[in-house]
């Protein structure tokens, strides 16, 4: 019955999200106090009609179930997740293991704090992403984690969904590149670009206003991260499973067992002694 009541709400919540009148930003309004804001948006055929900042405001309603960034910042202060996990190693092998991640949100996401568990067949280590300052923890020990693992780790976290659910706050850049169609699927293209010159670009469906994929580029490689199974948890919409390719090479892959919002995190687990 829950179940049910879940895909009523969510069906409900689109139906709004593209039914609400848009508006354009800088319109003047009666009450000067009042905040402006973009309307969510239907899909339509020419997406010149609707500016960058509606749709990503129409993302964030659609995520935050009709709550929008209100309830996303109130429902996840802070997440828990549990899963397996699969990555490419410098050596071409798949390796697997499961996975513990802990993230204790922040302003923005430069002082966000996450903390990444893995527990692999030989070996089992944490890497902390602690205000912008990455460190590994093996057996209460700190230690230095290889360029690329440390980098590969950003990247989850300063080229995904959160950059565009929280862009406003990040004082991001966000233009619409166009609107395209991949496999039958039709996209709205959204460009984000961090303080920091980094650059995702996201492909939000135009018929559920999801992200379904996301690219950016580093030292020569195109990524393209894509997401999977999407569910509601705790009244927030959450890909369950992930997948990143590399020059079309997939190199990394998550599948979340369960995700909990709002517990008690204890601070201590993202220090490095």
Known sequence: MQSVIFRIKAS??????????????????????????????APAKDAKSFTAEQI???????????GGRT??????????????????NLEGRTEKATYQRWTLR????????????QEFPNARYSLVFNEDKIFGI???????????ASKAFENQIVHGLEVLLRYKEN?????????DKIFGVE??????????????????????????????????VK??????????????LFPFRTTLWADDKLIEEFEVGTVTFGQKIDETLFSAG
């Open 138 to 148: 093996v057996d209460n020990s700190v230690f230095t984690p290889r360029e690329d």
């Open 187 to 220: 996209y709205y293209l959204l460009d984000v670009t961090d303080k920091q010159s980094r650059r995702t670009r996201f492909y939000v469906s135009t018929k559920r206003l999801r992200v379904m994929m996301l690219d950016y580029e580093e030292d020569g």
């Open 106 to 117: 922040a302003e923005t996401l430069d002082k966000e704090k996450v903390r990444l568990d």
């Open 71 to 88: 309830i996303l910042n109130q429902i996840r202060k802070t997440a828990i997740e549990h899963g397996k996990l699969s990555v490419t």
């Open 223 to 236: 990524y393209r991260r894509k997401f999977y199974d999407y569910n509601y948890a705790q009244g927030t």
């Open 56 to 66: 990503a405001e129409s993302v964030i309603f659609v995520y935050g179930l009709g």
């Open 12 to 41: 409900s919540v689109i139906l709004i999200a593209m039914c609400l009148v848009q508006f354009t930003y800088g319109q003047k309004t009666v009450d000067s106090k009042a905040e402006k804001k973009p309307a969510p948006v």
């Open 171 to 179: 004082e991001s850049k966000i233009e619409l590149a166009r609107k």
